[in-house]
């Protein structure tokens, strides 16, 4: 059986050698993290070791108690981590450390720069995990025995970081896993006791094991634990410091930013469960798949259950991290008992309101905090306008528009900003939607609203013309999508604008134009929207408006009634005006040309534009003869 075990060479996949080369540049000035990373990973052995147990008990064997120890030999100068957890087999060994598996790995390669600066803020962000040891070491030893399996049965993984690493069986008597760190001339700093220990200590007082290291001045190796070893959440909040949130956060997430915030809650009495709830600063990359890993670590009384338990917040919270530790669910519950237990039902409608919680207090103490959120997750918190009714009045005070109040394209006005500058007489909420913000602010449709300095929201994300339509009311005021229906804005004053576009003379004229574009408009009128432009296109209030159908389109729907919109001419223009003295021929011609240029505006498209610019050039011409 040896032989066929024997040593073996292996190559990193491509993205691993690749970011090994960067990781070991861009993380220089902060090279203590890889204690982090190493540290957080025994602990999660440990964790997953114990969840075992629960199920088959002889896996702990005559070691039960799990632990941490850190070791290092300033002589030899190396560092070693072990841990007494669930193991590594061979395959595993391979499999785990030689590839990343983690979900967007090749769209963050494609995000790199090469500028040093912008990648080491990527990769902290994307966690760097077990490779980190990379940037202390030449020389990486992974010595593990999987829990269950024989002495004989060890693996012994070595690589430095060259682009191979070497598999071999070994003997091993101790379960769990040494990861044995050669340090490279330049980290040698590590390995000095003091140092080591005070990193080991902030990087791990806030993890459920003891972490233990060589007691000093003792004749003989004597072990002392140099942490709490009290699961973070299971301390009073009072006594947590804002740099052990903030550890206990990268542990859980590998994320290298800080959070911008987060709610630490226990709960007594019928229901008893822990839970802690952290808001990061940036979006991860998978975090506009729906369908990627998202949710909560969960816990039942201390012990690890399992990752990305999704059941406990809606799909529009994807982006809160945490963990969860109930005191009632079963120790052996599963992600189908998870899906139709009543309890986690209760304890997701609280942990929703906690998590929105958490975020009204950021928008309401730390603005700019809020702005750099809004950024990361406001396309995904709006989301929660569309599927969690019973927290819509929660929701609406979270949202942030681009707004022709102000200049640019970010989000800055809160729909109670809105309401506070609206009109006398006002008693809507306009919006605009388009394909961009700043699409949305160029449309024609805006005009009469300015003219009368009506402000109007600017909404150009994806979902923005699905999660509009179901907004409802804020504050006892409606919505409205300045692109449909007749816009009467006559109670904002006005009346005299009104009165000329309403003018039966222009009757005539706009049957002629309807007759033009036959079969291209539902009907051509007098618009109460425009000052500037001659022409623009209206929905009525029911209709599928441009945008909601292209959303439907892109997700496959392909049964959308084909609806015409309105042509809305505005009737002081003087394009509009010299139409009517024009022959049939020119007439349809111009006629056309308005069409299209209405169309340009509202989707920035038109069926024929080589016919729409062969059109604009015999009028061109024209005008030079
Ligand atoms: P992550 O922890 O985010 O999955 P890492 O690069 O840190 O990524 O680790 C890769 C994998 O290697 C882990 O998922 C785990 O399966 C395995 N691994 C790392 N360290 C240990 C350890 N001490 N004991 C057992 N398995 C480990």
Not at 325 to 353: F, I, K, Y
Not at 594 to 602: P, S
Request: glycine share 8%.
């Amino acid at each position: 059986m040896s032989e066929t075990v024997a040593a073996e060479k292996l190559g990193f996949k491509a993205e691993v050698r690749e970011l090994l080369k960067l990781m070991i540049h861009s993380l220089y000035s902060h090279r203590e993290i890889f204690l982090r990373e190493l540290i957080s990973n025994a602990s999660d052995a440990n964790d997953k070791l114990r969840f075992l147990a629960l199920s088959d008990p002889a896996l702990l064997g005559e070691e039960p108690d799990l632990a941490i120890w850190v070791e290092a030999d300033d002589k030899a100068g190396t560092i070693t981590i072990r841990d007494n957890g669930v193991g590594l087999a061979r395959e595993e060994a391979i499999a785990h450390l030689g590839t990343i598996a983690k979900s967007g790995t090749a769209e963050f390669f494609g995000k790199l720069t090469g500028d040093a600066q912008k990648d080491s803020q990527l990769i902290g962000q994307f966690g760097v995990g077990f490779y980190s040891a990379f940037i202390v070491a030449d020389t990486v030893t992974v010595e593990s025995r999987k829990a269950g399996l024989g002495a004989g049965e060890g693996v012994r993984w070595q690589s430095s970081a060259d682009g191979e690493f070497t598999v071999e069986t070994i003997t091993r008597q101790a379960r769990g896993t040494s990861v044995i760190l050669k340090l490279k001339d330049d980290a040698k700093e590590f390995a000095d006791v003091w140092r080591l220990r005070s990193l080991v200590r902030r990087y791990s007082d806030h993890l459920a094991f003891p972490v233990y290291m060589p007691k000093q001045g003792a004749a003989t190796l004597d072990w002392e634990a140099v942490n709490q070893a009290k699961a973070l959440w299971t301390r009073p909040r009072n006594e947590i410091t804002d740099e052990e949130y903030t550890e206990f956060y990268r542990h859980i997430t590998h994320d290298g930013e800080p959070p911008l915030a987060w709610s630490h809650n226990r709960v007594e009495g019928q229901r008893e469960y822990t839970s802690l709830l952290y808001l990061p600063a940036r979006a991860p990359f998978d975090l506009s798949h729906r369908d990627a890993a998202r949710g909560l670590k969960l816990y039942v009384k201390r012990v690890f259950i399992m990752d990305d338990a999704e059941q406990f917040l809606p799909l529009y919270l994807r982006f809160v991290k945490g963990i969860v530790d109930s005191s009632d669910l079963p120790l052996n519950v599963s992600r189908e008992l998870l899906q139709n237990d009543p309890e986690v039902e209760a304890m997701r409608s609280a942990l929703t309101r906690r998590a929105l919680d958490m975020v009204a207090r950021l928008a309401r103490d730390e603005p700019e905090k809020y702005a750099t959120f809004w950024k990361e997750f406001g396309a995904v918190l709006k989301e929660g306008v569309a599927e969690d009714y019973g927290n819509r009045d929660k929701l609406l005070p979270l949202l942030r528009f681009a707004s022709t109040h102000e200049a640019g394209d970010e989000d800055k006005t809160s729909l109670a900003d809105y309401v506070a500058r609206m009109k006398p007489g006002q008693d809507k909420i306009y919006y605009q939607l388009a394909d961009s913000r700043s699409a949305a602010r160029s449309s024609p449709h805006l005009e009469q609203l300015a003219a009368r300095g009506v402000e109007v929201l600017l909404l150009g994300d994806r979902v923005d013309p699905w999660i509009m339509g179901q907004m409802g009311e804020f504050e006892g005021r409606g919505f409205q999508d300045v692109a449909r229906g007749d816009l009467d804005l006559s109670k904002l004053g006005g009346e005299a604008a009104k009165a000329e576009a309403d003018d039966p003379a222009h009757e005539a004229l706009f049957g002629r134009v309807g007759k033009a574009l036959e079969g291209q408009v539902s009907a051509v009128r007098a618009s109460h929207r425009l000052t500037e432009s001659p022409a623009c296109l209206a929905r009525s209030e029911d209709d599928l408006g441009e945008q909601m159908r292209r959303m439907l389109a892109a997700a496959g729907r392909s049964d959308l009634p084909e609806v015409k919109p309105v042509l809305e001419l505005n009737a002081t223009h003087p394009l509009v005006q010299r139409l009517s003295g024009l022959e049939d021929a020119e007439f349809g011609e111009l006629a056309r040309l308005l069409y299209d240029q209405a169309r340009l505006t509202e989707q920035g498209q038109i069926d024929n534009p080589g016919d729409y610019a062969r059109r604009l050039n015999r009028l061109l011409l024209k005008l030079l003869q």
